[in-house]
């Protein structure tokens, strides 16, 4: 599976935004490209569980492998993160052979359903109920430096683009 772009990274590990703050760099990318209105993609790992219920072993959290903020372009929907630009209905597969991941789902959300996965913004979930949410929180200033970052801020790829499948 080739992607529409590739950064200069081959490795998520070879930065933050790849390992543990992923969804920052969503964040800052749906700021630049789309006034702060983006689509994030979230990649959950059913089989690594952030929280579960002492009642009920249905109830549980997944851990989220990684998040993607999702771009409309002439040719499609493309997903970016970190290591570059793909279609967005590749980042599941791709997102599982990079992490080595096995039982995944994905989920479309906007800012406010990203929140949903963020610590910080569910307070009163957490306290009441003790439940721990799976992405660490996002400070104005960790978005500031995201958006520092070439591969947040880059143009998507266009049909004359090397590499480009159009």
Not at 55 to 79: E, F, M, N, R, W
Not at 139 to 155: K, R, W
Request: with cysteine.
């Amino acid at each position: 599976m080739s992607r529409l772009r590739s950064n200069d990274i081959d490795s998520p590990q070879d930065s933050i935004y790849g390992c543990g703050l992923c969804h920052v760099h969503a964040i800052a990318a749906a700021r630049y490209h789309e006034a702060g209105n983006g689509r994030f993609l979230v990649i959950e790992d059913h089989d690594e569980i952030c929280w579960s219920s002492e009642h009920d072993p249905d109830d549980y959290i997944p851990a989220v492998l990684h998040v993607y903020s999702l771009h409309p372009t002439p040719q499609g929907l493309v997903a970016r993160d970190i290591l570059g630009d793909r279609v967005a209905e590749d980042a599941e597969e791709e997102c599982r052979d990079v992490y080595c991941a096995i039982n995944t789902s994905c989920t479309e959300v906007d800012l406010e359903g990203l929140h949903g996965y963020i610590q910080g913004f569910e307070d009163d979930l957490q306290i009441d109920n003790g439940i721990e949410l799976p992405l660490s929180p996002v400070t104005e200033s960790a978005i500031l430096d995201a958006l520092t970052e070439p591969s947040v801020i880059e143009p998507f790829a266009t049909p004359n683009m090397e590499n480009s499948p159009w």
